[in-house]
């Protein structure tokens, strides 16, 4: 596994991967020489200002080169990743999960050696890397129409969400059940797709139990960071763009844009479609388990 990794960027490059750092949830960091810094737990990234040399550092570099700088940054594709070697499998991942407004998405695509090296050529990577709509929407069409790809979308709107949490009484078998749909249906589409892979939310056994009760009989993977495979990258970015749609559709609708996450924006934005179109309308489209329904509501 490559932990170090080090090039000479252009001033052009240098800017861009700037702005993805300062954007992407990076935390800014003081080292010596550099023009600027970032890192998280598992990565360091200086670029230095002799020669505009990049530095990359930690157990998260073959992922950022692989998802951030070559796609993003450089567009030449440094790594020594065989998409020969990849099994075939089917790839898992969610959006909206924790976003107080709008549906929970769950998507899944199925992958082999050649769909994957398509994907990589158009950049795709794990949705929480893309900060633009416009750029989930792009990658979005061309995952869509790469030859041979299989995927399936689950989108549950706030009002049935509501519904099926009142039942679930638990997120994460709420989520195995999305999961598990995701996997049945594209088991049927490709029976002789081996495995699948899918972020792990929870204790394993939760996902599994929940394909057992739909008696769909896979090879099972799940590990924390999963969006680092192709598949789930992939599916990150269709669950997201549907996600996406549905929160611009029914912001227009209500005539209140509607903001992301659980901040006091959020919180606002929730309160106004209260006071617009009533408080029976919050079921409509937001998650009501949340605690800042009691925020809205001012309990």
Known sequence: MKTSFTCELTEE???CLRQILASGGYEEREIPYTQFAYGTKDISVAVYTKKNKLLIQGKGTEEFIEFVLEPRVTGVLTTSISD???????????????DYLGPLVIAGVFVNA????????????????????????????????????????????PERYNELYSQFKNLNRFLAWGHATVIETLATKVPECPMALSDQFA????????????NVHIR?????????DVAV?????????????????????AGIEFA?????????????????HGESMLSKVAKLHFKTTKDVLGE
Not at 203 to 214: D, E, G, I, M, Q
Not at 220 to 228: C, D, G, I, N, V
């Open 203 to 214: 204790n394993p056994f939760v996902l599994k139990s929940a394909l057992a009760k739909k």
């Open 84 to 98: 020969d070697d990849i099994e075939p499998h089917f790839g898992i991942d969610e959006s909206g999960k924790g």
């Open 220 to 228: 099972l993977e799940q590990r924390t960071k999963a969006e680092s």
């Open 114 to 157: 050649e769909i994957a090296a398509h994907l990589r050529k158009l950049g795709v990577c794990d949705s929480k890397l893309v900060s633009s709509s416009v750029k989930i929407k792009k990658l979005a069409e061309g995952i869509r129409k790469t030859p041979g790809i299989v995927y399936h979308i689950v989108s549950v709107g």
């Open 13 to 15: 490059q240098v800017e």
């Open 233 to 253: 990258a992939a599916a990150s970015i269709l669950a997201r763009e549907r996600f996406v749609n549905w929160m611009d559709a029914a912001g227009k609708s």
């Open 260 to 276: 992301l996450g659980v901040s006091p924006k959020v919180v606002s934005a929730a309160r106004q479609i209260v006071k617009t």
